[in-house]
């Protein structure tokens, strides 16, 4: 705390201790709280909830027993993901990335709903809040609502239930896509060449969100890759669900915008080998940043499998960890290989070489794209490599981030709902990979 630039000495007040001679077979319980408790009730309550919780004594269940951790009810009733362990709140955008993850895997879709059917009504302007809700919220979020449409994506993969999403969900997704193509809040909106431009100065509106005295440690105005990437799946996938509706008005406003898109995306990004991370309409910045992985993995993807292959090899061999993606290429001069020191250095590394975990499923699925059956014992690897770290940082779960430089020493939250949930996937795709899913006529 010292070193962070925060108060690092206090008073404990102790009042007194238990001393206890046990022997084996003996048992006894200690409880703690604000009001008096009868103690022939105690063995009978801790069993009850002893009973709901997962034995940890594999991988698997550790992280089972974390991604419910994240699932909890606010004070007005609603059903929320809490982003990260201590400090995290309701982040929408951690929400709609973690959701498959921490419930679909599970078949809990029935509280997978109720997440979504919760935040619909903050919906302004076709954007979800950053974070906050109702009048506390606060909408500087250029991607948290195109990652709500990949959440119910993927969760029609899973089901083959398209009909009954487009009955449900069409007004907000309608609503999504609309308000990107003619403009919304932030400055953000589709131009002529039918690319999504959004930022204002002074404002991060991607999950690269640190800033520093008002100034964006990583500026991404423009066009970003994985804006872009997530804009062109919405409306195929869109698209996908009026046809299966035979929804002809939606079909015929919207269908012969994925073609345009995909010619000026590449055009914009592609330089033979990599894909751009940020453009304008003067520059480009070919930083060799983990981003572009998302525009590889996406269900409908604007990259040719020759395209995909070059993608997932410069990340490969420049960004992946054993504890995830970095952020940025070592190679570059502004990369930071360790998270630490006050909270202006560490924002200046957050998004400049530090490690994040939640990439890592995109990674794996551009990777099963190109590797088919003969990469899964490859993805395995890396999920099982992950193991040691529930003896790590938080116990039973895996952290936020981790540095970018050997050994990637845990950082940030022990405990990041998107970290599990890329995790659980990457288990559930290996697992299931090449078994038929479920599909609805």
């Not at 002809?248 to 073609?259: G, N, R, S």
């Not at 930083?287 to 499998?305: D, F, K, T």
């Not at 529930?390 to 430089?405: K, M, R, Y």
């Not at 939250?413 to 006529?441: C, H, P, Y």
Request: charge should be negative.
């Amino acid at each position: 705390e010292k070193e962070r630039g925060y108060d690092f000495e206090e008073d404990l007040f102790v009042p007194g201790f238990f001393d206890l001679e046990i022997k084996q077979g003996d048992e006894f319980i200690l409880t703690a709280g604000t009001s008096e408790i009868n103690p022939v009730t105690m063995k009978r309550l801790f069993q009850k909830e002893s009973d709901t919780r997962l034995v940890r004594s594999t991988f698997k269940n550790c992280l089972l027993h974390a991604a419910r951790q994240f699932v909890f009810e606010d004070e007005t009733g609603k059903t929320s993901i809490k982003a990260g362990m201590h400090w995290f709140g309701q982040w929408s955008r951690d929400t709609f990335i973690s959701l498959p993850g921490l419930l679909l895997t599970q078949n809990d879709d029935t509280t997978f709903f109720k997440v979504i059917d919760d935040y619909l009504p903050d919906l302004h302007r076709g954007l979800f809040p950053n974070l906050g809700r109702g009048q506390f919220a606060s909408y500087n979020s250029v991607d948290a609502s195109l990652w709500f449409i990949w959440t119910l994506q993927q969760y029609v993969l899973r089901s083959g239930n398209g009909r009954e999403i487009w009955s449900k969900y069409k007004r907000p997704v309608m609503e999504v896509l609309e308000s990107y193509r003619y403009g919304t809040l932030n400055n953000t909106g589709m131009k002529p060449n039918h690319l999504i431009w959004a930022g204002e100065t002074g404002k991060a509106l991607t999950w690269m969100d640190a800033v520093v005295s008002g100034v964006a440690v990583t500026p991404r105005i423009g066009y970003c890759v994985e804006i872009n990437a997530l804009w062109y799946n919405a409306i195929c996938f869109m698209l996908e669900l009026a046809e299966q509706s035979k929804d002809d008005e939606v079909i015929d406003q919207w269908k012969h915008l994925p073609e345009q898109i995909k010619l000026n995306f590449l055009s914009v990004f592609w330089d033979g080998r990599k894909l751009a991370d940020v453009a304008t309409d003067e520059t480009k910045d070919f930083s060799v940043r983990s981003n572009q992985i998302i525009a590889a993995s996406m269900p409908h993807s604007m990259l040719e499998e020759s395209m995909i292959f070059e993608v997932v090899e410069v990340v490969k061999n420049e960004l992946l960890t054993p504890r995830g993606l970095r952020t940025l290429s070592p190679k570059n001069p502004d990369y930071k290989g360790k998270y630490e020191g006050d909270q202006e250095q560490r924002d200046k590394a957050y998004h400049q070489g530090t490690v994040w975990v939640w990439q890592l499923e995109h990674f794996a699925t551009a990777y099963l794209k190109l590797f088919g059956a003969s990469g899964v014992d490859y993805i395995k690897e890396i999920y099982h490599g992950f193991e040691p770290c529930v003896l790590d940082h938080g116990i039973s779960t895996v952290s936020e981030i981790f540095d970018g430089d050997p050994p990637h020493a845990a950082r940030g939250a022990i405990s990041q709902a998107w970290s599990v949930s890329a995790l659980l996937r990457m288990e559930d795709m290996t697992t299931n990979f090449g078994k038929k899913k479920k599909v609805k006529k």
